[in-house]
Every structure is written in structure tokens, then in C-alpha cells.
């Protein structure tokens, strides 16, 4: 029998709980689960792309640490093509995170390009917890740039990179 690796990819710019609420549960649904950090300059991220590894790694560490799935989740960052990404990882699945009906309508048009691209790639689709469900990560950055808590929305060493890290951009 073939191991079912998913991958969860995002650029997680930055990381927050509603991910890593995704992460936990999508590492039971396979036999590995790797978070693929994605450059995506088009999103002109705060975080540089080792940043942001840096940040899902250090919170993935914990999650392996606590024993709450069989396998340690691995984090990877990648550039390029998804589909190219997931062939690479030997990956089945692609596992993506649902907030809302808008979320769905552009998902659903990755998942299709996806599927034209690789045929044998699945996409599963998780549905955000209720209490994570209005959390994206533009808005998180957008409360710190003008100096709001954000610590019900990120782990506490995403909070203090986002606080350093504008403190340096100003």
C-alpha cells in the first residue's frame, strides 16, 4: 500500500491559530502531512520566505512534540508550480482550509487547475473551526501595523516576530 502524503500548502504570512487548526487535524487524514511554505511574491509578503518557515517550524516542532499525530508533520518551503511541488514529495492529496463562501469560489478554481495539472493529485478541503473561521492572515497584519492585540489570532512568537518586524520596517 502507497503512503498518503498531503500537502497544505500556504504562504502563512503570517501563521495563525486558524492554520495551525488545519495542520493538527490534516495530519490525521494521511500517513505524512507536509506544510509547504510558498514564496508567492504576488502577495508581497511581510515575512521573507525563511521567516515564515522559521515561524510554521518552530510551532510544527510543538505539535510533533505533543504527540498529536502518528507522524511528525515537516515543514519544506518550495517556489514554482504546486502540482510540480507535490509530484516532487510523492504527495496524493492537497489539503486546503475553507473560511467562507468566497474561500470556496477561488479554491474550488485551484483545486480544478490542480486536477488539469496533475489528474492523480486530490484536493481535500477542511472547513475552518467555528472560532477561526473569520481569521486571514491580511487582516492580522493589517491590526498590527496599527498597533492592535493580535495575540487571540497567532501564536505568541508570531505575535513578537510581527511586533519586531515593523518595528524595523519604520
Do not use: C, W
Request: charged residues 20%; proline residues 3%; glycine residues 6%.
Amino acid at each position: 500500500m502507497s503512503k498518503k502524503v498531503i500537502i497544505y500548502p500556504g504562504t502563512f504570512d503570517p501563521l495563525t491559530y486558524g492554520h495551525i487548526d488545519i495542520i493538527e487535524r490534516g495530519a490525521k487524514l494521511g500517513d505524512q502531512l507536509i506544510v509547504a511554505v510558498s514564496l508567492n511574491t504576488g502577495k508581497q509578503p511581510l515575512f521573507s520566505i525563511k521567516e515564515r518557515a522559521a515561524l510554521v517550524t518552530s510551532v510544527v516542532d510543538q505539535i510533533n512534540a505533543s504527540k498529536k499525530t502518528s507522524l511528525p508533520v515537516l515543514v519544506k518551503s518550495f517556489s514554482g508550480l504546486l502540482t510540480d511541488f507535490a509530484t516532487e514529495q510523492g504527495a496524493n492529496s492537497i489539503l486546503r482550509g475553507l473560511r467562507a463562501v468566497a474561500d470556496f469560489e477561488y479554491e474550488f478554481q485551484m483545486a480544478s487547475i490542480n486536477k488539469r495539472l496533475h489528474g492523480e493529485l486530490e484536493t481535500i478541503f477542511l472547513m475552518a473551526a467555528e472560532q477561526q473561521h473569520f481569521v486571514a492572515s491580511r487582516f492580522v497584519k493589517e491590526i498590527a501595523i496599527f498597533g492592535g492585540d493580535v495575540s487571540s489570532f497567532v501564536p505568541q512568537n508570531v505575535s513578537l516576530a510581527l511586533e519586531l518586524k515593523l518595528k524595523a520596517t519604520k
